[in-house]
């Protein structure tokens, strides 16, 4: 079984910004695609930014431009530099990984949140 632990949500203000980071352990044999999705009070979760093992990233249009997720696979860590942070941008975060088990079965892993709150 893989552990996702997630650090680094907090409070913030307008403008302000956070980096959160996420790193995988336990006894798997590699990690493909990893990242992170939100859910703001009332909504669907959704994802914000997700990263191939290679290196292809895909962001939500709503952070284009503001957030960088970025991983290190020696580490097993996907990490995301949120900047000019809005109100809009309050949820709780997730971390999401791709994991292949020694005999190569694939599933997904997820970590257990953590808070984002940016205040006007």
């Known amino acids: 079984q893989v552990q996702l632990v997630e650090s680094g949500g907090g409070l913030v203000q307008s403008g302000g910004s956070l980096r959160l980071s996420c790193a995988a352990s336990?006894?798997?044999?590699?990690?493909?695609?990893m990242g992170w999705y939100r859910q703001a009070p009332g909504k669907q979760r959704e994802s914000a930014a997700t990263i191939t093992r290679g290196g292809t990233i895909n962001y939500a249009n709503s952070v284009k431009g503001r957030f960088t997720i970025s991983r290190d696979n020696a580490k097993n860590t996907v990490y995301l530099q949120m900047n000019s942070l809005k109100p809009e941008d309050t949820g709780v975060y997730y971390c999401?990984?791709?994991?292949?088990?020694?005999?190569?079965?694939?599933?997904?892993?997820w970590g257990q949140g953590t808070q984002v709150t940016v205040s006007s």
């Open positions: 336990g006894r798997f044999s590699s990690i493909n695609a």
């Open positions: 999401n990984a791709v994991i292949f088990t020694p005999q190569f079965v694939m599933y997904n892993a």
